[in-house]
């Protein structure tokens, strides 16, 4: 069904070296590169969760970049990802970096 669907929603989370490395930075910018809406953060439990809202395509980059690449001093032990979802429109207005 999300296969069809115009735009899909996703959320994430990276475990591994992935604080302290700018790795938040890189993801904002790689999402913007492929025209992606959503939000990332640190977590207590040191790793980095987010969301991610756009074309099915360029959501499937960003999973496969967040699997493999990620910033240039981090280390990615795995990625976790929820269900695509449908959605009928952005619920973000652009990617963002949250912070507490």
Known sequence: MAAHAALVAVKFEVFGRVQKVFFRKYTQAEAQKLGLHGWCENTPRGTV????????????????????????????????????????????????????
């Open 49 to 100: 969760q987010g969301e991610l809202e756009g074309p099915p395509e360029a959501v499937r980059q960003m999973k496969t970049w967040l699997r493999t690449t990620g910033s240039p001093k981090s280390h990615i032990e795995r990625a976790e990802f929820s269900e695509e979802l449908p959605l009928a429109a952005y619920t973000h207005e652009e990617f963002g970096i949250r912070r507490h």
